[in-house]
Nanobody, 123 residues
Framework: QVQLIESGGGLVQAGGSLRVSCAASAILSYYVVGWFRQAPGKEREFVAASGRSGSSTYYADSVRGRFTISRDRPKNTVYLQMNSLKPEDTAVYYC?????????????????WGQGTQVTVST
């Protein structure tokens, strides 16, 4: 059983930056970790993912170049640094973990999920 706890969400103006964190109860080196988001009335969508070693990363086209996923191994924590935020980035952001050997972009391939943290970008 892996527990994931997100933090760091909040309200930020367009063009600003925010970093959300995902703290895990297990050693994250054994897991692919992904960030997803869900806006009101929309389906949950992939944002970014980090392979087990942390050396491989993958981003949705909508955030590539603006968001960065990273790991802090001693802290068993994964971060999502979000820069140049846009109002359309407003959503609840979830982290998720998978025992897959490859980076996954489909929510159904992740077994463990956090509760989510709200990110709101104002104009």
């Amino acid at each position: 059983q892996v527990q994931l706890i997100e933090s760091g969400g909040g309200l930020v103006q367009a063009g600003g930056s925010l970093r959300v964190s995902c703290a895990a109860s297990a050693i994250l080196s054994y897991y692919v970790v992904g960030w997803f988001r869900q806006a009101p009335g929309k389906e949950r969508e992939f944002v970014a993912a980090s392979g087990r070693s942390g050396s491989s990363t993958y981003y949705a086209d909508s955030v590539r170049g603006r968001f960065t996923i990273s790991r802090d191994r001693p802290k068993n924590t994964v971060y999502l640094q979000m820069n140049s935020l846009k109002p359309e980035d407003t959503a609840v952001y979830y982290c998720a973990a998978s025992r897959s050997s490859t980076v996954e972009v489909t929510p159904g391939n992740y077994y463990y999920w956090g509760q989510g943290t709200q990110v709101t970008v104002s104009t």
